[in-house]
């Protein structure tokens, strides 16, 4: 950038004026000098400067006044202002107007040189730093949760509003599959915090001793295993998120420390004996009542207050059942190219289904019916047979997914689809299976299976 940048010299002493000006110019700038705040002001509003040098003794117009103008102007300069040694509230004054820097008088040149890299420096990665935020906001947008409902809109505007805060907290409450982490998400990189970390632990997966030390991490020798020293996931965060999915299900004995990071903004290592100073948004999830909780003392009622600064809920699917079918066809063309299929519709029948059915599982089954289905499928229809028993009325409500019901054929045909369908099942399984590292807690969600109905299905087609 320095060798394009521009830059606008405000100096009344000649003299200063044509060192400052030959001294730049070697650097390669492009160098436009003015005695008075009104010219200065007229360049500024003809041309696009990077940077100004600005004198604060100026005739007629003083380089405060100029300053108060120049921070009207978009994209608004860089100002360095000059200003002689002795004049330090001058200085103080200047840098609580908006100035980026002062240049005392007499200085050296090569004081300048620094000086002025530095601020251009400084203003490129601001420009970066926008940009990043700005392809983070395209990339994950509010309206990433997909619907039009009100309850929906209602989200997203929530999510919009506290963003814009600087840490303030947030518990994000609705059912299993809703999109609670979809939510944490779309608030965190809407925020001023984008381009710092996002760190996500699901506080039911991890023992409470384990959590502790995941959480607050440790000294050296700590404990028996601490052979090193470790940072928490709050210190990994620090200046940007932490989410802390099923907060309900974290123990008595850990929710005062987590209150402690609300109040105090501080954390300490197990078997440390400093506090650490961290600045960490927490955007908690839950998918229980924790007022029912508090009220059988198994959650804090003052972690609750704390984390209910802002309450996000978001509304289960059958609540919202005409965001079911745009959601559906979202589903249909990522999996189209996922699967390199071609499916352009839903049938009238499969569509009734889709809608009427209740979808404990929310957003997060639909995916997962969507995804079968488009396996199953064998042209450009989505029809009934391709979705599972438990949408159809009086069918299983188990939330396995059995083979979809044939119309009636002869025996051979009969034998001959369902081994197609086991084929499609057991390739299907091993698929995911792939995709996810073996992990079959992973695998069994994704299926909308339990594990043991897992386990079973990996022992019927001998897959190891």
């Not at 100096?11 to 650097?27: A, F, M, P, V």
């Not at 965060?237 to 105090?264: T, Y």
């Not at 699967?339 to 639909?366: M, T």
Request: aromatic content about 4%; hydrophobic content about 40%; glycine content about 4%.
């Amino acid at each position: 950038m320095n060798s394009k940048a521009n830059v606008l010299i405000v100096e009344d002493d000649g003299t200063i004026s044509l060192g400052l000006e030959k001294t730049l110019k070697r650097d390669g700038y492009k160098v436009i000098s003015v005695e008075s705040g009104e010219k200065a002001l007229s360049i500024l509003s003809q041309e696009a400067i990077d940077l100004v040098l600005l004198d604060i003794k100026l005739p007629k117009m003083n380089g405060f006044q100029v300053l108060d103008r120049i921070k009207e102007i978009e994209p608004e300069p860089t100002v360095i202002m000059i200003t002689a040694l002795h004049d330090v509230p001058e200085v103080v004054k200047a840098i609580r107007s908006g100035a980026y820097d002062y240049i005392p008088k007499p200085f050296e040149n090569e004081t300048v040189r620094q000086r002025v890299r530095k601020a251009l420096e400084n203003k490129q990665l601001k420009k970066e730093v926008m940009a990043l935020k700005r392809q983070q906001k395209e990339r994950y947008p509010a309206n990433m949760l997909f619907g039009n409902s009100p309850q929906i809109k209602e989200v997203k505007r929530l999510i919009e509003l506290v963003a814009s805060t600087p840490r303030t907290p947030i518990l994000i409450q609705g059912e299993s599959g809703t999109g609670k982490e979809l939510v944490a998400d779309a608030i965190h990189n809407s925020s001023a915090r984008a381009t710092k970390p996002m760190i996500k632990i699901n506080c039911s997966a991890i023992p409470e001793l384990l959590l502790e030390s995941e959480l607050f991490g440790h000294e050296k020798g700590a404990f028996t295993d601490a052979k090193t020293l470790k940072k928490g996931m709050f210190e990994l965060a620090n200046n940007g998120s932490i989410f802390l999915d099923e907060i309900s299900s974290m123990k008595m004995s850990l929710q005062p420390k987590i209150l402690r990071v609300l109040e105090d903004h501080t954390i300490r290592r197990i078997g440390g004996i400093q506090d650490i100073k961290i600045d960490v948004r927490i955007i908690a999830a839950s998918n229980r009542d924790i007022d029912k909780q508090v009220q059988e003392e198994t959650f804090r009622e003052d972690l609750l207050y704390r984390l209910k600064v802002m309450v996000i809920e978001i509304p289960p699917l059958r609540e919202r059942k005409i965001d079911i079918l745009p959601l559906a066809k979202i589903f249909i063309e990522a999996n189209n190219k996922e699967f390199n299929k071609n499916i352009q519709s839903i049938a009238p029948e499969a569509e009734n289904l889709l809608q009427n059915y209740n979808w404990p599982g929310n957003v997060r089954e639909l995916k997962n019916v969507m995804e079968r289905a488009a396996i199953l499928a064998d042209g450009d229809c989505l029809k009934p047979e391709h979705l599972p028993l438990e949408l159809k009325p009086g069918k299983s409500k188990s939330g396995a997914f059995p083979a979809p019901v044939a119309e009636p054929v002869s025996a051979p045909a009969e034998s001959h689809l369902d081994q197609s369908l086991q084929e499609i099942e057991k390739k299907h399984i091993i698929d995911i299976l792939n995709r996810h590292d073996g992990n079959k807690s992973k695998a069994a969600r994704i299926l909308n299976i339990s594990r043991s109905t897992l386990r079973e299905k990996l022992k019927v087609y001998g897959i190891s």
